[in-house]
């Protein structure tokens, strides 16, 4: 299976930026969709973020629209989650995943199959 490392979390102060990476080792990576989710403690794992193959198509939990942005670089095998005005509530680990079929493209949490380990984002107020 495909192997997902996330990178670039962090603490950070509230309104401030990070920029999550994740880079996929699959060669065919570049048409599958792929999400970001995250978890806080004690909270279930929720979606934030999606795009599909192409990049053409993006979706955002309601709870980061207008301030995260996703975007992939098929060339580099990488997805981005900038992260932008954050907020204390943004405290969690965030997952990167790839959905379980290529060319589809969903928000569903269960139809993604593969996720990285994920990356720890600590926003202070």
């Known amino acids: 299976q495909v192997q997902l490392v996330e990178s670039g979390g962090g603490l950070v102060q509230a309104g401030g930026s990070l920029r999550l990476s994740c880079a996929a080792s699959?060669?065919?990576?570049?048409?599958?969709?792929m999400g970001w989710f995250r978890q806080a403690p004690g909270k279930e794992r929720e979606f934030v973020a999606a795009?599909?193959?192409?990049?053409?198509?993006?979706d955002y939990g309601d709870y980061v629209k207008g301030r995260f942005s996703i975007s992939r670089d098929n060339a580099k095998n990488t997805v981005y989650l900038q992260m932008n005005s954050l907020k204390p509530e943004d405290t969690a680990v965030y997952y990167c995943?790839?959905?379980?079929?290529?060319?589809?493209?969903?928000?569903?949490?269960?139809?993604?199959?593969?996720w990285g380990q994920g990356t720890q984002v600590t926003v202070s107020s």
């Open positions: 795009i599909n193959w192409s990049g053409g198509r993006l």
């Open positions: 699959g060669r065919t990576f570049s048409i599958y969709a």
């Open positions: 995943a790839r959905v379980g079929g290529y060319y589809v493209y969903t928000v569903d949490i269960d139809r993604y199959a593969d």
